[in-house]
């Protein structure tokens, strides 16, 4: 087994993984930027390093701070959660380098995914279906040869892309050239690569994902999909597990396409393969996740497997003791809270927290790094919590869900508290019955969209 790992990250999923490794008796240093000096990650830790001032280009992601931060304490792992360097291959050529031990899948497979382009080409010819579009990035001329032929709408996409950035919806022909300059500048931006590839806009579509463990040696183990439809600004507000969306045999076609992908791609550790249901009902591959992602609690509560646990063991070079389908039972679903508000856009909403009360009882977990007092800092994302529920069946999940929002007290800062309230108690959702549209269809349903 590992005996002590960096956590190359903060907030919530610092916790997390923290936690995690003192259940399995392995030691956790903590790294933090100076606006985390007071954060629950750095307390929870047996070590923590500074590894910079507040800007995460300046810390959190300054890869050779995290790597002497590992070197220093003695490390032999690295965790790197979700976001900053957990998808940067290098990063991952750095760890290897040290003889550290990075907790996620190769540099090269994680290259190969994380252009969008290449990805949708390999699980192509996996056999995976992929959404239609360009098999490359695409100049202006030639994307408008290819939305002729796909017709419109169509979505421009950054090539590097990732948090719903450097994306444009395009409705028609004449809004097109308007769409790239500001789709590409704005991947430029975020990126530091403005390329663009074009893909057929589902409308209304599903966002469906399935989520695996794989140990490198053969073994791949699916744990069924995560329904994450409920979305702001093509980002994820609201998951759960089953879909509604599925038939079992839909379900099955999913996860054994994820099988055969982690196979075919070489795939090791934990991973998500985004689809879209379209409105024809069939999947498409969109892109593969190479790490842990914020929602995997939903997947955890309904097969009862650890996922931080698989991942670190497997890291480890544990062989997977169960492979195929993970047995599941029940209904959860994931409620994010975030710093944000609402009634603004979902603009960030940085500030000090006065009180956070989360709520208890059975079937409730709270993924979380908020204490009273906590300045949130405007330099990093707005996620405070994850309340995440879990009953026998949907309709006990979505009770509960209500009844865990209720007892929530957050106060100092605006937050999604009161939407996931709004939502829970809508007639589409309950229903389960919904798209990746869903918040802007509903905006007049929702009261905690509206100005006071
Ligand atoms: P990112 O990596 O930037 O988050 P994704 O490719 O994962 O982008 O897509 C994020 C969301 O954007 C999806 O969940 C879905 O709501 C929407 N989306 C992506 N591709 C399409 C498409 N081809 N048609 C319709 N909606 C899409």
């Known amino acids: 087994m590992l005996r002590r790992v960096l956590v190359a990250n903060r907030g919530e999923i610092a916790v997390r993984v923290i936690r995690a490794a003192h259940e399995l008796g392995i030691e956790a240093v903590a790294v933090y930027s100076t606006a985390d000096r007071d954060a629950m990650h750095v307390r929870i830790a047996d070590r923590a390093v500074c590894i910079g001032p507040p800007p995460a280009t300046d810390s959190y992601l300054n890869i050779p701070s995290v790597v002497a931060a590992a070197g220093t304490t003695g490390c032999d792992a690295v965790h790197p959660g979700y976001g900053f360097l957990a998808e940067n291959p290098a990063f991952v050529h750095a760890c ?39 098999d490359r990035a695409t100049s202006l001329p030639e994307t408008a040869a290819v939305a002729d032929d796909l017709g419109y709408p169509i979505l421009l996409k950054a090539s590097a892309g990732g948090g719903g950035k450097g994306m444009r919806l395009v409705d028609g022909r004449a809004a097109l050239e308007g769409a790239f300059q500001m789709a590409s500048g704005e991947a430029l931006a975020a990126f530091g690569d403005g390329s663009l590839y074009v893909e057929k806009a589902l409308i209304p579509a599903r966002h469906v994902e399935v989520q695996v463990l794989t140990d490198g040696q053969g073994g791949v183990l699916t744990l069924g999909e995560r329904e994450c439809s409920i979305q702001r600004r093509h980002q994820k507000l609201i998951e759960e597990s089953p879909s509604p969306a599925l038939t079992p045999e839909r379900r099955e076609a999913m996860e054994a396409a994820a099988e055969r992908a982690c196979a075919a791609i070489g795939y090791r550790n934990a991973g998500t393969f985004e689809f879209l249901l379209g409105p024809d009902g069939e999947f498409y591959f969109i892109e593969l996740n190479a790490r842990l992602q914020v929602e995997h609690p939903v997947s955890e509560l309904v097969t009862g497997i650890d996922l931080v646990h698989g991942q670190l063991r497997v890291a480890a070079g544990e062989p997977l003791p169960v492979t195929g389908r993970a047995p599941r039972r029940g209904h959860a679903i994931e409620l994010r809270i975030n710093a944000e508000d609402p009634r603004r856009g979902f603009a960030p909403s940085p500030g000090q927290v006065e009180r956070f009360r989360p709520p208890l009882g059975p079937g409730v977990r709270v993924d979380t790094h908020v204490e009273d007092g ?79």
């Open 96 to 134: 290897e380098q040290s003889d550290l031990v990075f907790v996620g899948p190769g540099a090269d497979v994680m290259e190969r995914m994380g252009d969008k382009v290449r990805a949708k080409a390999e699980l192509a010819a996996a056999g995976v279906p992929v959404v239609p579009g360009t």
């Open 374 to 452: 906590l300045v949130v800092p405007p330099y990093y994302d707005s996620l405070l919590a994850k309340l995440i529920v879990w009953a026998e069946d949907r309709h006990g999940a979505i009770a509960r869900g209500r009844r865990a929002l209720a007892e929530l007290e957050v106060t100092g800062v605006p937050t999604t508290r009161e939407l996931a309230l709004d939502i829970l108690h809508s007639e589409q959702f309950v229903a389960g019955s919904y798209s990746t549209s869903f918040i802007e269809e509903a905006e007049h349903l929702l009261p905690a969209l509206r100005a006071r």
